[in-house]
């Protein structure tokens, strides 16, 4: 399992033949003189194996000669990130021989962790491959970062809701995962692709709890996580914020999922069906919206010079009012006829505009009237 190790440790060559040592120096020995042979015609053998020597030194020499770079070539890199769990010469040394430049040198922090290495090492190193004269620049140590991949909250989440549904029903759409102490992190290595999993997921109904094994790539990387499942409800929240009496239009509105508890009973679950409407009082925006925050706005305003309309089945008359409240559509105010000074209820039925309708008495006189111009036509 990979875990991210926020430390900064001195990273360790690594555990491979890297630097090889030169042969023990033994005492020297007189030079004798001896006195020079007669010459004699070479043979064939001989001819053969002076040509392979040739041959072997030349090889030799063709190696080594990647090997001898010069001291204006090879410059330290500063700080590297690294993305396996070696380090190269080419990592750490630009301009590095083509024959040497992956030769591993020091092992990699942990995932996401960052490490350093003394200057001096990685010139002890560069020196016992046959490359000196490094150029370090002044720098008496590098840092290492361990790249990674993070798998967030978000991620982590995701994975567990998916196990929810398929193990327990849930629907993922109306539920969270609030995670246990801070927010839980996944590191992987870069390469290891994929979407995670939840595996071993357990769940309790009563208490809500939740625990699961985050994993990726076959449990390549891996990370246990618990917390609590939230219920969530669907509530229309203020993109923007309301004045008092400010009408409520078109995408001044959204709707969120909330954890359930934390909004009122009476919260607004509709966005279209507010337009339109005015905010009672100041609405700050992110406001979880209650029924009560907004009402369709006031047709009739008190003090409002309104127009009274009395209609009946044969008789629609018309006169001016003054209201002495103000009303929404559909509500009953009152009102005062100008001509007759008379206190009449009234229904709001438009902007400034009310309807008086007859009472039961003018009703029935008025049905008694019509039946008898019926009886007279017979």
């Known amino acids: 399992m990979y875990t991210g190790i926020n430390s900064d440790p001195a990273l360790e060559p690594a555990d491979l033949p890297l630097l090889s040592t030169g042969a023990d120096e033994g005492d020297l020995s007189p030079i004798i ?27 030799l020499g063709a190696l080594a000669i990647p090997a001898m770079a010069r001291a204006d070539d090879l410059r330290l890199r500063g700080d590297v990130t690294a993305r396996g769990d070696v380090l190269t010469l080419a990592d750490l040394v630009e301009g590095a021989p083509a024959a040497l430049a992956a030769r591993p040198l020091f092992r990699s922090p942990a995932l996401g962790a960052t490490g350093t290495i ?13 490359l000196a004269g490094l150029e370090t620049g002044g720098r008496l140590q590098i840092a290492v970062q361990r790249a990674a991949r993070r798998l967030g909250p978000t991620e982590l989440e995701a994975a567990l809701k998916q196990a929810l549904q398929t193990g327990y029903g849930l629907d ?72 008092r009496g400010e009408a409520v239009k078109e995408g001044d509105v959204v709707m969120e999922r909330r954890p359930r508890e934390a909004v009122a009973a009476d919260a607004q679950g509709s966005a279209t069906a507010i337009l339109g409407e005015v905010a009672q009082h100041a609405l700050p925006a992110g406001t979880a919206l209650r029924i009560a925050d907004t009402a369709p706005p006031e047709l009739v305003a008190r003090g409002e010079t309104v127009t009274i309309v009395y209609e009946t089945a044969s ?56 039946l008898q111009a019926t009886a007279s036509l017979r």
């Open 33 to 59: 003189r001896h006195a020079r042979p007669r010459a004699a015609p070479l043979g064939a053998a001989v001819l053969v194996r002076a040509m392979l020597a040739f041959l072997a030194f030349a090889v």
């Open 118 to 130: 003394q200057t001096r090492r990685i010139v002890e190193a560069a020196t016992a491959l046959g």
């Open 172 to 243: 993922p759409r109306g539920v969270a995962v609030r995670f246990d102490g801070d927010g839980p992190t996944l590191l992987a290595p870069v390469d290891l692709e994929g979407h995670a999993a939840a595996l071993d997921v357990t769940y309790d109904p009563r208490t809500r709890r939740v625990a699961g094994l985050v994993s990726l790539g076959e449990r390549q990387a891996s990370l246990r996580v618990s917390g609590v499942v939230i219920e969530l409800r669907e509530v229309a929240v203020l993109a923007r914020g309301l004045a």
């Open 315 to 370: 008789v629609s008359l018309s006169m001016r009012g003054l209201a002495s409240e103000g009303g929404r559509m559909g509500t009953v105010v009152n009102v005062v006829n100008v001509a007759s000074k008379k206190v009449l209820q009234a229904t709001v039925v438009g902007p400034g505009r009310v309807s008086v309708s007859p009472s039961p008495a003018a009703q029935q006189a008025a049905g008694a009237a019509s």
